[in-house]
């Protein structure tokens, strides 16, 4: 069930995604909320630091784990604006996140239900509840015209690249 929190905070999340968009990452954000309060947040980091694992869920369960002093969460909520990958999902897994909400939903490599279900698989030692499409829209419209711009960009690129070379 979604809550005024769960909007308060995917909100937040949607926050930290336009600090992604900022410096032309994907526009990913996330936090994590233990009794009402912000301990971590993130947001997508890959490609500035040259690192595969710096999604925003990372992001942000590391500093909660700093924060709380303990590498379980085991009272944690995650609002994340896009579906965890498999990598953010067994991540999740690890640190025992209670809960997990998230926005849009990614059909290609979403591991809490789109493609897989990592969060909730019954071999595993924990499930996590999950809670999705909180501020779905708003969510999956910003990754669209991300990668809309993103595609425009790559595109004018190329045709620069075709005139100067003619030319």
């Not at 410096?23 to 947001?43: F, L, M, N, Q, T």
């Not at 990592?118 to 990668?147: M, T, W, Y």
Request: proline letters at 3%; glycine letters at 6%; charged letters at 25%.
């Amino acid at each position: 069930m979604v809550s005024e929190q769960d909007i308060k905070f995917m909100k937040h999340a949607l926050s930290l995604a336009d600090k992604a968009e900022l410096i032309g990452e994907v526009p990913v954000g996330a936090c994590i909320v233990v009794d009402g309060e912000i301990v971590g947040e993130g947001y997508n980091e890959p490609i500035t630091t040259h690192d595969p694992s710096a999604h925003a869920e990372l992001r942000a369960v590391q500093q909660a784990a700093k924060q709380v002093q303990n590498y379980r969460l085991v009272d944690a909520t995650l609002y994340v604006t896009l579906e965890p990958c498999s990598m953010c999902a067994g991540m999740l897994v690890h640190a025992r996140v209670k809960r997990v909400v998230f926005g849009a939903w990614d059909a290609k490599t979403g591991a809490a239900g789109s493609v897989m279900n990592l969060l909730q698989h019954p071999a595993l030692n924990h499930q996590a509840e999950i809670v999705s499409g909180v501020l779905a829209d708003e969510c999956a419209d910003k990754l669209s015209r991300f990668f809309q711009k993103r595609r425009k960009e790559i595109k004018a690129a190329k045709k620069a690249k075709k005139l100067s070379a003619e030319g």
